[in-house]
Structures are given as C-alpha cells and as structure tokens.
C-alpha cells in the first residue's frame, strides 16, 4: 500500500511539471561557453596542422551570432569571412554545408551571408542545436569540414555528458 501511495504522489508530482512547462512564457537556451568554442577551434587548426594546413575557423550561436574565431599565422585573411559564412549556414539550416552545396544555384543560395559549400557543420548534441563551425583555407571543403568535424570532436563527449 505505501509503495501504490509513493507512485501516485510521484505521477502527480511529475504531471505537474509537465503542465506548468507547457504555461512556460520563457524558456531556456544552452550556449556554449567560450571555453568550449575556444577547444572547439583550437582542435580545429591542430587537425589542419597535421596535414600541412593553415585555416581560419568560426564558431557561431544556433543564431549564427560569432562566438569565437581563430586564424593561424598564415592562413588567408579571406578565409575568415568564409569560414564565417560556412557556420552560419551550418546553424541556421541545421546541417553540414556540404549536403546544401546542390541548393547553392537556387534563390536560397543566393541569398548574402549564406555560403553552401563544404566546410561548415552545426554543432548538434542530444538533439539540441548548439551551433555551427565553420573552416576554411584547406584546399579543399572536404578537408575543412573534416577539420571542423575534429574541433566538434573533441568536446562532444564532454557536452553530451551536460545533457
């Protein structure tokens, strides 16, 4: 009987949380800190170096707001605004820049600010939208985004852990 007493306080207790965050006229947002956007890059540029590599990298809010930035001693001055450009499209459409690349030609491509080419890919953990990180400077997308991938890499266990 005290076990059938605890369980329905409990559902109740629970149902009552569920209710009163459905009335929720606020919500809460994680952000990544700057610690982790700092961790981010600074994997980011370590991956690029290991294949001869100098990038510039962006990390941006799920809005596309800038975080952090980071370019090494010689990477081009325009890979800044380019990596810049890859994590906003990465936040803002939730997916890596190079599955947007077929869309590029289309209005939305064309839009400013947006750039649909490979190097730029969101920051997703436990299903919330973090963020996006965007690279440039690698002769290729491909390598960019696989340096990107290596900055998300190295806080992923950590930030899946606060979810």
């Not at 606020?26 to 800190?33: E, G, P, T």
């Not at 800044?80 to 690349?101: H, V």
């Not at 997308?141 to 991938?149: N, R, T």
């Amino acid at each position: 009987m005290k076990n059938i007493i605890i369980l329905l306080v409990a559902a109740l207790f629970f149902s009552q949380n569920v209710i009163a965050s459905e009335d929720q006229m606020a919500i809460s947002i994680k952000r990544l800190s700057l610690n982790v956007t700092t961790k981010i890059s600074q994997a980011a540029i370590d991956a690029c170096r290991k294949k001869g590599i100098q990038i510039a990298v962006t990390v941006v809010d799920r809005h596309g707001s800038v975080q952090n930035v980071m370019r090494d001693t010689v990477a081009p001055v325009i890979s800044l605004e380019i990596s810049r450009q890859k994590a906003f499209t990465a936040a803002n459409f939730g997916a890596a820049t190079s599955q947007l690349a077929g869309r590029a030609s289309t209005p939305i491509g064309q839009i400013d600010g947006l750039l649909m080419s490979a190097g730029g890919i969101p920051i997703q953990i436990a299903g919330h939208l973090l963020g996006g990180v965007g690279v440039s400077g690698a002769p290729s997308g491909e390598i960019d985004e696989e340096c990107a991938q290596a900055g998300i890499d190295e806080v992923k266990d950590d930030l899946e852990m606060e979810f």
